[in-house]
Structure formats: C-alpha cells, structure tokens
C-alpha cells in the first residue's frame, strides 16, 4: 500500500483519540513525526533551556503514549521521577505497557491538562507539547502549567504555527485554499503560537525565551497528511471536486517522484516561574 492509499490522517481526531477509527494510525503517525530532525532539534533544545536531568521532577502533559517520557524518564535517573498525562485512555495504557516493556520508571495518568490533579509547585519542570492547539480553553491549561511548577521552576512549550503550513502543490491559488481550510478547522486554535509570549508574561512567567524551527516532513508522512488535507476541503466544499481530485494526483506523483516537499513552522517558549 502506498502512502497515499493509507488512511488519511485528520489531526482533530486528536481532541478524542479514544473514539477515533483505526486509532493506530495515529500511533504510527507520532511516531513518525517524532523521527522528524528539526523537531528532534526543539527537543532537544527543550531539555537544554530547562536544565533537565538528573535528579528532575519533571511533568510531561498531553504525553500521549510516553515518545517523549519515556526519554525524560531516562534522563532525570538518578533521583529524580517523571510524570506524564493525557486525556487519551488508551494511549496513556499504550505508555505504560510500553514503560513497562522497557523498563523506565515513569507515572503515567489519564487527566484533563485545564484541571491537573498535583498540588501547586509539584514539580521542577513542566513540559507540554502540541496540546493547547487542540483545547477549547488553552489559557486554563497554561495557568494549570504554571500552578503545578514549583517557583524558579522552568515551563517548556511546543507548539506550530497552522500558517506556515507549506507544501510544494504548483497551483499556488489551490494549495492557499487547502492549507488555509487546514490552518482554520484542522484544530481549535492553529494560530495560538502569535500569543504565548504574551500570555506566559501575564502569568508572571520570567526569562521568556523562544526559538523556532521550520519541521521538514519525511515524504511519506506528508503524502499521507496533505493527501487528507484535500480531500478534507473537497469534502467541505472549499473546493469543488476537481481540485481534490487534481490535488491528490498531485501530492501522488510528486511523492512518487520524489519531488513532494512539505513543511511546517513550530515554537519552543521557555521560562521561568515566580
């Protein structure tokens, strides 16, 4: 089965993953994008800016099935412990059999990144990556985030930008059209990068750092998604059924050609509490 005859991938599944069809799909498709190089990069970055090793109490929330955790877990050892939480039932009992396969002392919990269950300063570190984008009220998370980290404590976000989607579609008015449909309807809030400084600066939050990278896609995982990005606006009606069906012959014979390029502008902000 080629790429393009693989399931599409619709990233507002995400909000509830439990009720999604073919949930490994999903799986596959986070795995597949944390290979990705410049995404590993504001990882790694990440881990830099917030001084995390070991002996870290360290939260991880929307941690899906552990990718990151799980590596966090490692690294805080000796002394120190991890944490991480998703709304996702069965990706947080997909995490656990996963920690408990490799043997990784992690905690991993099923709870709501608005109402987290930890007393204030729990922790050293709190991380969250590619979750408030999909959250109603992203804002409560945020203040959950910062509730939860002990005072001098250090807060790390991931986020992309949904603007910056880009791949390289010849008809330029059609591809506007799909990544524009995309930026306002794939999750809740796909411009919310523009706002984080400001808001982690409302909250009290110091030495506000960002750094950005522009994620390249591995082929495969992109004529996967931008294939399901058309037919998603052909569905809806933003474009009419020729375009759709022109724009997944073309993402099909650029990614059999080897031609198809396709990238995506995400955020790292660091900070520090109180």
Not at 13 to 27: E, M, N, Q, S
Not at 110 to 138: C, G, M, N, Q
């Amino acid at each position: 089965m080629s790429s393009t005859d693989s399931p599409d991938i619709a990233l507002h599944d995400f909000t509830d993953l439990d009720h999604a069809a073919l949930p490994a799909t999903y799986v596959a498709a986070l795995e597949a994008f944390d290979r990705l190089p410049l995404l590993r990069e504001l990882k790694a970055l990440a881990i830099e800016r917030t001084g995390t090793g070991p002996g870290s109490r360290v939260l991880d929330v929307g941690c899906g099935f552990g990718l990151e955790t799980l590596r966090l877990a490692r690294r805080v050892q000796p002394g120190g412990a991890v944490t991480g939480v998703d709304l996702s039932a069965d990706f947080v009992a997909e995490g656990r059999r996963r920690a408990a396969a490799e043997g990784v002392p992690v905690e991993l919990l099923r709870a709501d990144a608005r109402h987290l269950p930890f007393a204030d300063a729990s922790f050293d570190v709190t991380r969250i990556e590619r979750v408030l984008i999909y959250l109603d009220d992203p804002w409560a998370a945020l203040r959950e985030i910062v509730r939860v980290t002990r005072p001098g404590g250090v807060i790390a976000i991931i986020a992309p930008d949904f603007d910056t989607n880009t791949v390289n579609v010849p008809d330029e008015a059609l591809a506007r059209a799909v990544l524009a449909h995309e930026c306002d309807t794939a999750v809740v809030h796909g411009l919310l990068a523009r706002d984080l400084r400001g808001h982690l600066l409302d909250l009290g939050v110091r030495d506000v750092r960002v750094a950005s990278r522009m994620v390249v896609f591995d082929p495969d995982l992109a004529a996967q998604y931008f294939t399901g990005i058309g037919r998603s606006a052909g569905a809806a009606g933003v474009i009419d059924q020729e375009a759709a069906t022109r724009w997944v012959a073309t993402i099909a014979e650029l990614h059999r050609t080897d031609r198809l390029f396709a990238a995506i502008g995400y955020y790292l902000f660091t900070g520090r509490v109180g």
